[in-house]
Nanobody, 123 residues
C-alpha cells in the first residue's frame, strides 16, 4: 500500500489562497498519476485536478479551472495543489491519491489514498 500524506489545509477567507502538498512515503511518485479530490459534508467525493506521471498532462474540474493549479516535483516526491480565489463552496476535505493509469480524473481510477486535509473557506 502506497502511503500518501496531505498537508497545507486550513481556514482561509473567501478570495484567499492555499497550497496543499501531497508527499509520498516509502516509494517514488515518479511513475504514478496523482489526483486531488475533495469531499464536502453530505456530498460525494469529486475530482479536482489530476496530473500525469511526467507532469506534462493535467486535468481540472470545470469549477476550478483558471484558479487552481496542480504541479509536481518528483525530486521532492511531492505533488502540489495551488488554490487561488477560493470560494466558500470549496470547503471540503481534500485528498490526494495515486493511480498507475492516466485516465479520467475520478475516484474509481485511484487505488491509494491519503488521510485528507480540511480546507475551510469562510469569513
Amino acid at each position: 500500500q502506497l502511503q500518501l500524506v496531505e498537508s497545507g489545509g486550513g481556514l482561509v477567507q473567501p478570495g484567499g489562497s492555499l497550497r496543499l502538498s501531497c508527499a509520498a512515503s516509502g516509494f517514488s511518485l515518479d511513475y504514478y498519476v496523482i489526483g486531488w479530490f475533495r469531499q464536502a459534508p453530505g456530498k460525494e467525493r469529486e475530482g479536482v485536478a489530476c496530473i500525469s506521471s511526467s507532469g506534462t498532462s493535467t486535468n481540472y474540474a470545470d469549477s476550478v479551472k483558471g484558479r487552481f493549479t496542480i504541479s509536481r516535483d518528483n525530486a521532492k516526491n511531492t505533488v502540489y495543489l495551488q488554490m487561488n480565489s477560493l470560494k466558500p463552496e470549496a470547503t471540503a476535505v481534500y485528498y490526494c491519491a495515486a493511480s498507475g493509469v492516466w485516465d479520467l480524473c475520478v475516484p474509481n481510477y485511484f487505488d491509494s489514498w491519503g488521510q485528507g486535509t480540511q480546507v475551510t473557506v469562510s469569513s
